[in-house]
């Protein structure tokens, strides 16, 4: 297995952003509480949900570049949610330099078409991640 590092970037106290390579071995976090630790595929896992499920901006503790603008898609009509929705998990998940590529996305309309249903992987130094979610519109 191999040991890999990642650069994050957090807000100091002085309000600028610093980048510190931090190693993969991470918390593992199960219904909000911490039980252990985890690393190589395990904790990408758990760090695509977390990227998955934080909207960029919204917590003053991450960088510009951590989360997601799945909420930009909110309100647009469906063709053009379904060309963005790709592009804009992709530009989520890439700020992490563990993560090679997204691959193989699947693009369905939610049943009552106000929603997504997307599935695609995750391509890690550790190893592929299927992943899926609901893109509400």
Known sequence: LRKAKFSMYWKGCDGMFDEE???????????????????????????????LSTPRFQHEIYSESYGHDLED?????????EMEVERLISEALLVDDRILSIENFNITPGVDRSSLQVSFTVSTLFGNIAE???VEL
């Open 21 to 51: 390579e931090i190693p993969t071995k991470t918390y593992r976090i199960l219904h909000g509480r911490i039980l252990g630790h985890i690393e190589g595929l395990e904790a990408m896992r758990q760090a695509v949900e977390k990227v």
């Open 73 to 81: 898609l909110v309100g647009e009509e469906m063709a053009l949610a």
């Open 132 to 134: 899926g979610m609901e």
